[in-house]
T-cell receptor, first 116, second 119 residues
């Protein structure tokens, strides 16, 4: 069964709307979760590292005011795309892992975001 | 500089044949982990196999095996007896360990290889 649950799986909305994506760790407590963005036919690009109880760490070039991350509990991280525009349309995917080197990151099923 | 290099944008393999997907990596850290993930067209990332830098033996998981050549910094994925369901994108990824031994472990992904299995 799924180790990481991500919702919604698909969102289509109008430009200017804010969209919230949830990422839940089902089988373990995840002090750290990761948010990625993937354009068609490209690799995953790390956007930010979500840390439980503290501020997220954003990668260079990622607007923290545009992509709000909240990690309020050990099993839930949320990504909010604020005032989304067509260029924000993409595939967003989260992951979580236990803090041991040989444990893989478990990924959610991703969210396809389409902004009209 | 790229940390993970996958030189094959696309590969074709006949059903039931074996195929090798290439991956080379770059790190100066002696402790690291290498992962392979499969991404079907539906988008989910499926963990396939893991190789630790200190592991003495090549990792194997069912039809998947990892040809780990540490001196060459390569970690090629071998899929035996290919099946139609193996058609997907395959990503090689590396995790470098912080010196403290604990904490967050970011993955660095290669650009991926699209595998197509031909009936």
């Amino acid at each position: 069964g799924a180790v990481v649950s991500q919702h919604p799986s698909r969102v289509i909305c109008k430009s200017g709307t804010s969209v919230k994506i949830e990422c839940r760790s089902l089988d373990f407590q995840a002090t750290t979760m990761f948010w990625y963005r993937q354009f068609p036919k490209q690799s995953l690009m790390l956007m930010a590292t979500s840390n439980e109880g503290s501020k997220a760490t954003y990668e260079q070039g990622v607007e923290k005011d545009k992509f709000l991350i909240n990690h309020a509990s050990l099993t839930l991280s949320t990504l909010t795309v604020t005032s989304a525009h067509p260029e924000d349309s993409s595939f967003y995917i989260c992951s979580a892992s236990q803090p041991y080197s040989n444990q893989p990151q478990h990924f959610g099923d991703g969210t396809r975001l389409s902004i009209l | 500089a790229q940390k993970i290099t996958q030189t094959q944008p696309g590969m074709f393999v006949q059903e039931k044949e074996a195929v090798t997907l290439d991956c080379t990596y770059d790190t100066s850290d002696p402790s690291y982990g290498l992962f392979w993930y499969k991404q079907p067209s539906s988008g989910e990332m499926i963990f396939l196999i893991y190789q630790g830098s200190y592991d003495q033996q090549n990792a194997t998981e069912g039809r998947y095996s990892l040809n780990f050549q540490k001196a060459r910094k390569s970690a090629n994925l071998v899929i035996s007896a290919s099946q139609l369901g193996d058609s997907a994108m395959y990503f090689c990824a590396m995790r470098e360990l912080p010196s403290s031994g604990a904490g967050s472990y970011q993955l660095t992904f290669g650009k991926g290889t699209k595998l197509s299995v031909i009936p």
